[in-house]
């Protein structure tokens, strides 16, 4: 039986900057549209679950940043040249 793709599997998939982008579109059009109460709950259930799923890649991108400057640390001399 194949596997259902939900909107939240999907998105994790795609890029960081395509998620972001998405999410600005979500609210440009909730700030500037006239969108049904539905089109709004909708929306607005997306907007959070791409906040999550942003909020999240630049968690790990965070961490794999200090993990990079941790090995580099040991292996890189810092001089000052006052």
């Given at each position: 039986m194949p596997?259902?793709?939900t909107?939240?599997?999907?998105?994790?998939?795609?890029?960081?900057?395509?998620n972001?982008?998405?999410?600005?579109?979500?609210?440009?059009?909730?700030?500037?549209?006239?969108?049904?109460?539905?089109?709004?709950?909708?929306?607005y259930?997306e907007g959070?679950?791409?906040?999550?799923?942003?909020?999240?890649?630049?968690?790990?991108?965070?961490?794999?940043?200090k993990?990079?400057?941790?090995t580099?640390?040991g292996?890189?001399?810092?001089?000052d040249?006052?």
């Open positions: 596997v259902k793709k909107k939240q599997t999907v998105s994790t998939e795609k890029s960081f900057e395509e972001f982008s998405r999410l600005e579109k979500i609210l440009e059009k909730l700030e500037n549209e006239e969108v049904s109460l539905d089109e709004t709950l909708k929306l259930e959070l679950t791409l906040t999550k799923i942003c909020y999240n890649k630049l968690t790990s991108a965070e961490q794999r940043i993990e990079i400057n941790k580099l640390k292996d890189i001399e810092i001089k040249y006052k």
